[in-house]
């Protein structure tokens, strides 16, 4: 340990070297050989970087904002809005895509599997059957996994998670990309019609990320078109804004909740919030909402019926049997906390999993075969459930889809059946709101037990698929079980409706996986259709989430832990006062003169071991023995431009014809700038200088060296910053802190835990 | 003030009364009834076509009620009833277009329908609405609901053909028979019942994709419960539907299917490469041990 003078000391060397020549320096650290481990959860990934949501207020900003009027601020505001519409209408209609075509294709395998059975039931030979449905599905989910895993794999899983990252500032390569947009609509039908054990809500809220993304920058990288529309939010600050805007369409075109869509976004994704922006992102969810409705009263015959706000439809608990009573408040507690229990034992198994196919299963191949695998055995154990149950239900008066008779005496139906053979959004809303009676105890337990396996054994494949409709299938499930023995134990009261229990089980379970409280309370709300329940789901979440807390976390924030993502919480770790900025910064830093030779500015770029993205600009003294006092700040992407334009002294003082670089051509390069070794320096031209004065941020955020972590991660997670320089009482240079030296203290079981660095 | 209501009360009672029972009573009668009331004559309540409307009405509720009530079982209610229902239909039809010849204000709809709280008169073609529909009868009637559409009686010939067929085989064997002696009924009887089964299938099939809203998914309650009448015989009293269950191959296959996961996590775990990270030191004053190098070389 050392003591603070001699740190003081140490600070001011490193900063007399970074003056002189900071590579030499580098170079010449003794590397220690890489140090290799397996793959865990205490490590920061290299591969992600932060996004700029704080602007760059160089000179050419500021001009450009000058020249902005009054009235021209007023169209960039109507702009904003015509996005969010655009937003909504196109979430809206994406998912009226997925879900017709689900419908379809789900409707077309299950009559042909059925067909099969029934032809086989009567000859003998189901064994068949079962092969043609396993297989059938396998090959559907393999190509479904195909398109995720060889061409995009980011599009892999519910997307949640990527969305909650991309909004807390972590750039996730490829996450907003048109492409990633088309293999997840098409891998979320491959998967749901599949037969595995996912929905297609979650991915709903990735694609409208995408969507507003994509329309908020008027053009596609990936198609190469540039629509020359909204170019002024061509840059990370708006974008994120309408990539909430965007998540919250989706939510609310998935559970026709556009109130919880705008909660979702504002608990799960957005960290930085306004209430106009909140305004406007209700105003998109509700076009959301509003159009998948429409076009989907349309496709169903009864057009400006706006029947199915959502993908996944509730249906109606307003019959008087559905009401609660005040003494059934400790019940739902109670299913609360199993609830809880549950999803955390899900979690922590696909903790396991997760962290087994991170090791092991990392070919894309590999990947694919284990889809299939989970596919055919899904299938299969929906069949040998199928085909050992003896639960028929008589055929008149309920509405299956699919009635499988198999063994069952004609005119009558395996009740299983209704529960496997079927996808799974039916399922729930099957097990919610068919009469009492309906389902066997057994056929019950059975199924919740199965379910529970498949669905947790599937999340976590390279298949797009969500997490949401699964964990409420099984909470449906054994809520309804709960619901028949509390009726059977209460001799068949009136209140013991299992369908009522079915939805409190379901939302306990969800609640429980993946941990969300006020937006969940809200979209359950706004899909049943039915305030008073507002009181009950709220307190099962409660329950669910404090009760699940104790054991693990939730699902999506495990699987960002798992992913190595450098995650900010909203608050520092609590016992992190201690620490000071000197102890968390980076130091040296590589610093820049204000004048700086073109050479050196190469060089520093394409050094690969220290891919740094920001630079403090210094005052370019050839003296070195004076101070050097920052003076601005730097991103790499402003240098690449610089580079390319050719914004050399010389070239300027030659008075050549030259234009004057503007922020349009800063912005025309976002958000793919090109790499370094892409652009060309000649020889002669490495000896030119550069001017970064006019180009650098001259007002960068800066804390002196003992100032607390907890003050700096409020001023880093607060303003969206991606570098803070620290500096000393003489404002020269001491260190930086980025994104990944603060995600690094985390709270663990015993205390303050440091995560380290690692190429993955 | 306060007389008022209690003869316009009993007036109304009496001429329900009257328009119910069996019993007509006079339109001179009642003038005198009224009078004794305390009532001038001349100010009837109910006009004389209202009032025989009312009792057609009346009548044709009752024949309703007791055809359905006769036919609920087993169910037989579109085939016997749906002359009576189209009859109540168009009284009440009658009713609710009259118009009494007093003054436009003082019509039959009015007086009948809609002068007191209780309603009888809609409450009972409501229900007999509701019945109607809930029965989906319309689903084996014919287009102008006049007799039974011709699929339907298709199904009944087969039905009774089936019936019969099944009562034919069952005369020569003995009463005490054991539940499991009933080959000979499932050996001849079943060409007809397959043909009854496959034709209520298609039926079905066909209904389905015609009719798009929520009830019109049924057929015609007759058709239903003798469905599932015949079934009942048919696979639980006869025992004749006896699937033949595989349930070897099926285990065998399964099991086949529910091996490979394990072989297949077994293998990547012991052939596939670990994935390993690289840590990378970061550059810190604490714990960058070159520092003091560094504070040696220039100090």
């Known amino acids: 340990q050392l003591t603070p003078s001699s740190l003081l000391r140490i600070g001011q060397l490193s900063n007399v070297d970074l003056n002189e020549d900071v590579h030499e320096l580098e170079t010449e650290l003794p590397r220690q050989r890489p140090n290799e481990i397996p793959h865990n959860e205490k490590l920061l990934s290299l591969k992600y970087e932060s996004l700029d949501y704080d602007n760059s207020e160089n000179q050419l900003f500021l001009e450009e904002e000058r020249r902005i009027n009054h009235a021209a601020f007023r169209t960039v505001e109507i702009k904003r809005w015509v996005i969010c519409a655009m937003i909504g209408i196109l979430t809206g209609l994406v998912a009226c895509f997925i879900d017709i075509v689900v419908e379809n294709l789900a409707g077309l395998k299950y009559r042909v599997v059925k067909d099969n059975i029934d032809k086989f039931t009567a000859k003998g030979g189901l064994s068949f059957s079962l092969l043609l449905w396993a297989t059938l599905n396998a090959s559907v989910v393999m190509v479904g996994s195909m398109i995720v895993a060889f061409i995009e794999p980011v599009a892999a899983g519910s997307g949640i998670p990527q969305i909650k990252c991309y909004l807390n500032g972590v750039k996730i390569p490829h996450v907003v990309r048109l492409k990633t947009l088309v293999i997840k609509v098409c891998g979320v039908i491959l998967s749901v019609v599949g037969g595995l054990a996912v929905g297609k809500e979650g991915p709903m809220i990735h694609s409208g990320s995408v969507i507003a993304a994509g329309i908020s920058q008027g053009r596609s990288t990936s198609l190469k078109r540039d629509f020359k529309i909204f170019e002024y939010f061509r840059r990370d600050t708006e974008k994120r804004d309408f990539v909430s805007a965007g998540a919250a369409a989706g939510v609310s075109a998935a559970f026709g909740a556009p109130v919880g869509g705008v909660l979702f976004s504002l608990e799960e994704g957005a960290s930085f919030w306004n209430q106009f922006l909140t305004w406007r992102i209700f105003f998109a969810s509700m076009i959301s909402t509003f159009t998948l409705n429409s076009v989907l009263s349309v496709y169903h015959g009864n057009a400006w019926d706006l029947s199915s706000p959502g993908l996944i439809n509730f249906g109606r608990f307003d019959s008087e049997k559905m009401g609660y009573t005040i003494q059934e408040i400790p019940i739902f507690i109670f299913m609360g906390v199993v609830g809880g229990i549950l999803g955390a034992l899900f979690n922590a198994l696909n903790y396991w999993l997760t962290m087994f196919r991170i090791r092991y299963i990392h070919r894309p191949c590999l990947q694919v075969v284990e889809a299939m695998l989970v596919a055919a055995v899904t299938a299969t154990v929906g069949f040998v459930m199928i085909y050992c149950s003896r639960d028929c239900q008589p055929i008149q008066g309920s509405s299956v889809a699919y009635p499988l008779q198999l063994f069952c005496a004609d005119g009558e139906y395996n009740s299983m059946a209704t529960a496997f053979f079927n996808t799974p959004e039916k399922s729930v809303v099957n097990l919610f709101h068919d009469p009492p009676g309906s389902y066997n105890p057994m056929t019950l337990g059975m199924f919740t037990l199965m379910y529970f396996f498949l669905a947790c054994w599937t999340y976590g494949l390279t298949v797009s698929a969500g997490v949401f409709i699964p964990s409420l299938l099984i909470g449906a499930a054994w809520g309804r079980l709960f619901g028949i023995s509390l009726s059977y134990l209460t001799k068949g009261s009136i209140w013991a409706d299992p369908g009522k229990y079915a939805l409190m089980g379901a939302a306990a379970q969800l609640g429980g996986i993946v941990r969300m409280t006020l937006s969940l309370t809200v979209i359950m709300m706004e899909a049943t259709g039915n305030v008073t329940y507002g009181f009950p789901i709220m307190l099962v979440l409660m329950t669910a989430k404090i009760v699940g807390d104790y054991f693990v976390e939730g699902l999506y924030d495990m699987h960002i832990q798992l992913q190595s993502v450098p995650f900010l919480h909203w608050e520092a770790p609590v016992t992190s006062h201690s620490l000071t900025a000197r102890e968390v910064m980076s130091t040296p830093v590589t610093c820049l003169r204000r004048i700086e030779r073109v050479g050196t500015v190469v060089d520093i770029l394409s050094d690969t071991s220290s891919n740094h993205n920001g630079f403090p600009v210094v005052e370019s003294n050839p003296d070195t023995t004076q101070v050097a006092g920052l003076r601005g700040l730097i991103l790499r992407s402003q240098l690449i431009v610089l580079l390319k334009h050719k914004v050399f002294v010389e070239r300027a003082n030659l008075n050549l014809v030259q234009r004057r670089l503007k922020l349009k051509d800063f912005r025309d390069a976002y958000p793919r700038f090109p790499p370094i070794q892409s ?61 990944k030296d603060l995600a690094r203290y985390r709270l663990g079981k015993e205390g303050l835990e440091e995560l380290s660095l690692a190429q993955t | 003030l306060c007389r008022v209501p209690l003869p316009a009360l009993t007036l109304a009672l009496l001429g329900l009364a009257a328009a119910a029972g069996p019993r007509q009573i006079p339109t001179l009668e009642l003038a005198e009834e009224l009078w004794s009331a305390g009532l001038p004559g001349d100010l009837p309540e109910l006009e004389p076509e209202c009032r025989s409307l009312l009792a057609a009405f009346a009548e044709g509720s009752a024949a309703l009620t007791d055809c359905l009530g006769r036919r609920a079982r087993p169910v037989r209610l579109c085939q016997g009833c749906h002359g009576h229902y189209r009859r109540l239909l168009a009284q009440y039809g009658s009713i609710a277009r009259a118009v009494g010849n007093s003054s436009e204000s003082h019509n039959c709809a009015k007086s009948i329908l809609t002068s007191d709280r209780l309603q009888i008169v809609v409450t009972l073609s409501e229900f007999f609405n509701e019945t109607w529909e809930a029965a989906n009868c319309a689903n084996c009637l014919k287009n102008n609901s006049e007799g039974l559409s011709n699929s339907t009686e298709e199904f009944l010939d087969l039905f009774n053909k089936s019936l019969t067929c099944f009562e034919h085989n069952l005369q020569g064997q003995a009463i005490d028979l054991s539940p499991n002696n009933y080959t000979e009924v499932c050996k001849n009887c079943n060409e007809t019942y397959t043909k009854l089964n496959d034709l209520y299938n298609r039926l079905q099939r066909v209904n389905r994709q015609g009719g798009e809203s929520e009830h019109s998914a049924h057929l015609c309650i007759d058709v239903e419960d003798a469905m599932n009448i015949t079934r009942k015989l048919w696979s639980r009293t006869f025992n004749c539907s006896l699937p033949c269950s595989d349930t070897v191959p099926v285990i065998a296959v399964s099991s086949f299917i529910l091996f490979l996961p394990i072989v297949f996590y077994l293998s990547s775990f012991l052939h596939s490469k670990q994935k390993k990270r690289i840590l990378i030191l970061p550059k810190r004053i604490q714990s960058n041990a070159s520092l003091v190098n560094i504070q040696e070389k220039y100090s």
Request: aromatic share 6%; hydrophobic share 40%.
């Open chain 1, 679 to 739: 652009i060309h320096v000649s020889q002669d031209e490495r000896e030119c200088m550069i001017d970064l004065s006019e180009f650098m941020n001259p007002s960068p955020y800066t804390v002196p060296q003992e100032a607390s972590l907890p003050r700096v991660f409020k001023l880093f997670r607060a303003l969206g910053l991606r570098h803070l320089v620290v500096v000393d009482n003489r404002n020269e240079v001491v260190g930086m802190v980025t994104r």
